[in-house]
């Protein structure tokens, strides 16, 4: 990517359509944009864009004109989530409502098209999704400077050509976001954050550049919300990639190893310590070492434990990474203690041996009366 001394005001550019605007060093700045048009699934909410590209289309007929500038005055900012979604179309794409269409070549002659106008010309990235970015300059200034380099790295990669890198000038007035919405949102971009310290794959970054679409202002609120819950439905699920497989463990002997099996759905492998103490003084846990879990994959971690006595204990599992940050929810583990404790064996067998001790002398006074009597009835018969 190359750096530009062109600095666009993004909050006054259109959020929902493209169009042509002249700038005041006498270029034209082509605005390629559009509103969401997949769930946070990939399926289309209807083939509205799909026509949009056509000829006649809206963004169709945005390269027309824009075909028309002179290539030296023509500059680009253009919404890598649009770019995205355009590719979704070209390769076969479905509907929410189940409906499969296969490749579609408007979508197909419409980036060859884009190609081609855009040619040398320089080229700016939009933040995904258009979200207004007077807002989160406001709001989160330092995820606003990353989301935007996100997208343009994306961008860049989706055209296979140099994107400007420069920072966004901000200007205009702040969007009213839902109260709700901005909420959500913070919430959101909390978790990707932590996510991304120990996960940093292109399932997290695809999170990142997402949420901020539920910041267009542009967008329907019923929309903005229906995207919203999806979001945080999966990437609640997205945080639960790492786990610790939950169950109910029987110990049947004094010294025993439990066995924790530790899931990673990542696309990267993670290297956990676990934290392990027992909710009571029936059980002993000894330490583990670090272990690493592969991506996509699972792991079981013996876990030597001693037990003290019988009845009912739990283990309270936290995972760690290197780094200390802790991953995934607690784990509660219940133990069902069925084992007779050293101390309790040594007094069964301490009592046992007593008792048999106490019977042998018993038999032997017992032998020895009737020794004593047999012998006084033998001196008698003697005598007469």
């Known amino acids: 990517m190359i750096f530009s001394f062109l600095l666009i005001s993004f909050t006054l550019l259109p959020l929902a359509h493209g169009e042509i605007k002249p700038l005041s060093d006498g270029k034209s700045l082509i605005i390629v944009s559009d509103l969401p048009n997949r769930n946070i699934n990939g399926a289309f909410f209807d083939r509205s864009l799909e026509a949009k590209l056509s000829d006649t289309g809206s963004l169709g007929q945005l390269l027309r004109e824009a075909a028309k500038v002179s290539i ?30 296969p490749e579609s070549p408007n979508a197909q002659q419409w ?12 080229v700016n990235a939009l933040n995904y999704g258009s979200p207004n970015v007077a807002w989160l300059a406001k709001a989160a200034p330092s995820e606003l400077r990353i989301h935007h380099r996100l997208s343009a790295e994306l961008l860049e990669a989706l055209l296979a050509r140099q994107v400007s890198v420069n920072p966004p000038e901000i200007t205009g007035q702040v969007a009213s976001i839902n109260p709700s919405i901005a909420d959500r949102y913070t919430q959101m971009r909390r978790a990707i954050r932590s996510i991304n310290q120990y996960a940093n794959n292109p399932r997290t970054i695809s999170f990142r550049l997402r949420i901020g679409s539920i910041l267009n202002p542009e967008v329907p609120a019923e929309r903005t919300l229906e995207l919203t819950r999806e979001l945080q439905r999966k990437i609640s699920s997205h945080q639960d990639s790492i786990r610790i497989s939950k169950g109910r463990f029987t110990l049947t002997s004094s010294s025993e190893e439990v066995p924790i099996t530790l899931i990673n759905d990542f696309d990267n492998p993670m290297e956990i310590r676990l934290k392990i103490k027992s909710t009571n003084s029936k059980v002993v846990v000894e330490s583990t070492d670090p272990v690493l879990v592969g991506a996509n994959s699972k792991l079981s971690v013996e876990v030597p434990v001693t037990v003290l006595a019988s009845g009912q204990s739990e283990l309270l599992i936290t995972m760690r990474t290197s780094g200390g940050i802790n991953v995934g929810d607690q784990v509660r583990l219940p133990l069902s203690l069925t084992v007779i404790s050293p101390f309790t064996t040594w007094i069964t067998t301490g009592s046992g041996l007593v008792l048999l001790i106490a019977a042998i002398i018993q038999s032997m006074r017992r032998v020895r009366r009737s020794r004593k009597t047999a012998n006084q009835s033998t001196k008698v018969a003697d005598h007469e």
């Open 72 to 101: 030296s005055k023509r500059s680009f900012a253009i919404d890598p989530m649009l770019i995205e979604e355009v590719y979704d179309l070209a390769d076969g794409f479905q509907i929410i409502d189940g409906t499969e269409v």
């Open 111 to 122: 980036l060859e098209r884009l190609k081609i106008v855009v040619g040398e010309s320089e």
